[in-house]
């Protein structure tokens, strides 16, 4: 029979359909790494959020691993060269959560704009403030999206109806599609006004918003990052906010985050001061890294992870 070790929570569905082509489900969400590498060699898949990486040292260990099931849109936490070597499936859900991402963009961009969160404070203050929340407008607007996947293209998506100009930057040829035209870095440079990341976790896009890349834009834009923190350095973005190249930022995810980003704010941890900018900057919206993270994306998400499962074990088509 075939074993799969669960090792973080997810959507019931999961385990459900699984079971239904008879795989044996087991699930762990407490041990250490060192004890779940004591019993890996026992498991043909596992299934994992961001509990933990599996580096080659886990790997290793894991003598009958088929495949590796990661409850979200990129494998950064797992080494990849080393999966391949071994021969071991490596599956992700980019569909599952990429209308949750163009949604979030959207809402962050929407309510920077219009000063939601600035007028809704001060209206409970007692401040009725007009004028001073007068908001600004996406249409006629263009928007910049850097990463033209599942993510990118949703959130293009979503902007069809706002009357403004889409293009977008990949590495990858021919991504375009009916709701953004492909560009080169240097004419997306030139017009953008919004700019949007999509990218995944490389050492391509690691600190890849920096001082030299955001001088390069002709415009002052609003920043949107609903991909990885690590594309951003936070310092260089602050100086921009301050010198306004940058005039307003939508950051749902931030270079201090590590794997298990939960205890950011736990007491052994000192916020940085760039940090400490942005939590006090009207020009600035946050949110929790929950871009993807909505009721309908937690079923999405096991869905698409069960259906590729199934594939690797034909002819049980369960769903």
């Given at each position: 029979?075939?074993?799969?070790?669960?090792?973080?929570?997810?959507?019931?569905?999961?385990?459900q359909s699984l079971r239904e082509i008879n795989l044996q489900c087991d699930e762990?969400?407490?041990?250490?790494?060192?004890?779940?590498?004591?019993?890996?060699?026992?498991?043909?898949?596992?299934?994992?959020?961001?509990?933990?990486?599996?580096?080659?040292?886990?790997?290793?260990?894991?003598?009958?691993?088929?495949?590796?099931?990661?409850?979200?849109?990129?494998?950064?936490?797992?080494?990849?060269?080393?999966?391949?070597?071994?021969?071991?499936?490596?599956?992700?859900?980019?569909?599952?959560?990429?209308?949750?991402?163009?949604?979030?963009?959207?809402?962050?961009?929407?309510?920077?704009?219009?000063?939601?969160?600035?007028?809704?404070?001060?209206?409970?203050?007692?401040?009725?403030?007009?004028?001073?929340?007068?908001?600004?407008?996406?249409?006629?607007?263009?928007?910049?999206?850097?990463?033209?996947?599942?993510?990118?293209?949703?959130?293009?998506?979503?902007?069809?109806?706002?009357?403004?100009?889409?293009?977008?930057?990949?590495?990858?040829?021919?991504?375009?599609?009916?709701?953004?035209?492909?560009?080169?870095?240097?004419?997306?440079?030139?017009?953008?006004?919004?700019?949007?990341?999509?990218?995944?976790?490389?050492?391509?896009?690691?600190?890849?918003?920096?001082?030299?890349?955001?001088?390069?834009?002709?415009?002052?834009?609003?920043?949107?990052?609903?991909?990885?923190?690590?594309?951003?350095?936070?310092?260089?973005?602050?100086?921009?906010?301050?010198?306004?190249?940058?005039?307003?930022?939508?950051?749902?995810?931030?270079?201090?985050?590590?794997?298990?980003?939960?205890?950011?704010?736990?007491?052994?941890?000192?916020?940085?001061?760039?940090?400490?900018?942005?939590?006090?900057?009207?020009?600035?919206?946050?949110?929790?890294?929950?871009?993807?993270?909505?009721?309908?994306?937690?079923?999405?998400?096991?869905?698409?992870?069960?259906?590729?499962?199934?594939?690797?074990?034909?002819?049980?088509?369960?769903?």
């Open positions: 029979m075939i074993k799969v070790l669960f090792l973080d929570t997810n959507h019931p569905y999961l385990i762990d969400y407490i041990s250490s790494k060192s004890e779940i590498e004591n019993k890996i060699h026992l498991y043909d898949g596992i299934v994992i959020r961001s509990r933990f990486s599996i580096d080659r040292g886990f790997l290793e260990k894991a003598l009958n691993l088929k495949f590796i099931g990661r409850v979200g849109a990129g494998l950064e936490n797992i080494d990849i060269a080393v999966a391949e070597e071994k021969g071991i499936a490596l599956i992700a859900a980019p569909e599952g959560n990429r209308n949750a991402v163009g949604e979030h963009a959207l809402g962050m961009i929407l309510a920077l704009f219009n000063k939601f969160k600035k007028a809704d404070d001060e209206i409970r203050k007692g401040l009725w403030l007009r004028e001073d929340n007068r908001g600004i407008e996406l249409e006629g607007k263009t928007v910049g999206i850097i990463g033209y996947g599942y993510m990118g293209k949703a959130f293009a998506k979503k902007l069809k109806g706002f009357d403004c100009e889409v293009i977008c930057y990949d590495i990858k040829p021919k991504v375009a599609d009916e709701n953004a035209r492909q560009v080169d870095l240097e004419e997306l440079m030139l017009k953008t006004d919004v700019l949007s990341l999509h990218t995944p976790q490389t050492n391509l896009t690691q600190g890849m918003i920096n001082d030299l890349f955001l001088s390069k834009f002709k415009k002052s834009i609003y920043l949107i990052n609903t991909a990885r923190g690590s594309a951003v350095v936070t310092e260089d973005l602050v100086k921009a906010l301050e010198t306004r190249k940058v005039l307003g930022a939508c950051l749902d995810v931030l270079e201090y985050e590590k794997a298990s980003f939960e205890n950011f704010f736990s007491k052994e941890n000192s916020l940085p001061k760039a940090f400490q900018y942005l939590i006090s900057s009207d020009k600035v919206l946050l949110s929790p890294h929950v871009a993807g993270w909505t009721v309908e994306s937690k079923f999405k998400l096991a869905q698409t992870i069960a259906q590729k499962v199934a594939l690797l074990y034909p002819p049980n088509n369960f769903i």
